[in-house]
């Protein structure tokens, strides 16, 4: 077992619903939302080729100044917007869900009242880079080695492993993220529930339904 918090799949759902372009990215059009001035590096050539730059920062300075948006979050409350972000994203599936479950920790097991991952065979010398954490497979209904050959992971529900109820490290966050709603969102960043809901699908929707091709 190793232990788990649901923060850890907060960089993951957002990762899967980032700036997608279609064609050659150095001719197409992307959607960027930064919250640094580092993320904003190639924002002129983005939007030169079409693209939309916004920008969260509690003050209009630098690039914030002259994004397409300027959305003005109250100090120190990123999380909580970040949050908000992956409450509407799960709740209206904006996400690329295989790509979640075969490629990140989301469908591994975990035992709830320690926050360990289940994992099959003995310790490793190094625990934190172990492959063998446990899956749920829904087609044979019992947990496996994560990346079994044709698998179908479990992302939600609950399930009992060795006489230890179990579930999948996205049910977690998705019961971790069911109270962060945009309109409690709004009362911490002082961002409009309806934008922060905006904004939320304006990047899940560019994400899924706009094609991406990497300059490699």
């Not at 983005?46 to 300027?70: K, L």
Request: net charge neutral; with cysteine.
């Amino acid at each position: 077992w190793r232990r788990f918090t649901p923060h850890e799949m907060i960089p993951t759902i957002l990762s899967t619903t980032t700036t997608r372009s279609g064609g050659d990215r150095r001719e197409s059009a992307v959607h960027r939302v930064s919250w640094s001035p580092t993320w904003a590096s190639n924002w002129p050539s983005d939007t030169r080729s079409g693209g939309r730059f916004v920008s969260v920062n509690p003050v209009r300075t630098g690039y914030s100044a002259i994004a397409d948006e300027w959305i003005p979050i109250r100090p120190g409350t990123d999380g909580a917007l970040l949050m908000a972000l992956c409450h509407v994203l799960l709740e209206k599936k904006l996400f690329d869900e295989e790509f979640v479950a075969q490629y990140t920790n989301a469908g591994y097991l975990v035992n709830p009242e320690d926050g360990l991952f289940a994992v099959q065979g003995t310790e490793q010398a190094i625990p934190f880079r172990r492959h063998d954490q446990l899956w749920w497979d829904t087609r044979t209904g019992a947990a496996v080695p994560n990346h079994t050959q044709d698998p179908s992971p479990a992302l939600s529900g609950h399930y009992s492993l060795h006489a230890k109820a179990v579930k999948p490290a996205f049910q977690l966050l998705r019961e971790r993220l069911a109270q962060c709603t945009p309109e409690w969102a709004a009362g911490i960043t002082g961002i409009a529930a309806e934008r922060i809901v905006r904004l939320a699908e304006e990047v899940g929707r560019t994400a899924l339904e706009q094609s991406f091709v990497l300059p490699v």
